[in-house]
Nanobody, 128 residues
């Protein structure tokens, strides 16, 4: 059974930083097709930072230069480091892993429907 568990969500002030974690069990996180998505109230789930099937990190423009993704293979965990937080970053953040078919490039890997496994999410609330 594949389980992804996010943690680290919290309330933060604008300009602050948070680090989210996503621990995986039942699968070994590889070098591609994994990443972070978010969903704000009333909005569709969107890709934040996603590593495509070629191992290239793809970043959504609103978080470019502020968010980074990293991985600890020993812990089978990926991280989302968020800095210079803005109120518009407020959302439920989800990690996702394993694409049903290989996905290359932002315009495909950003689509939530491409991923097989999801965590339950962790809430990030940024106040200005």
């Amino acid at each position: 059974q594949v389980v992804l568990v996010e943690s680290g969500g919290d309330s933060a002030q604008a300009g602050g930083s948070l680090r989210l974690s996503c621990a995986a069990s039942g699968i070994t996180l590889g070098s591609g097709c994994m990443g972070w998505f978010r969903q704000a109230p009333g909005k569709e789930r969107e890709g934040v930072i996603v590593v495509d099937s070629g191992g290239t990190t793809r970043v959504n423009i609103p978080v470019e230069g502020r968010f980074t993704i990293s991985q600890d293979n020993h812990k089978n965990t990926i991280y989302l480091q968020m800095s210079s937080l803005k109120s518009e970053d407020t959302a439920m953040y989800y990690c996702a892993a394993v694409c049903s078919t290989p996905q290359y490039g932002w315009w495909t890997v950003k689509e939530p429907g491409k991923f097989r496994y999801w965590g339950k999410g962790t809430q990030v609330t940024v106040s200005s």
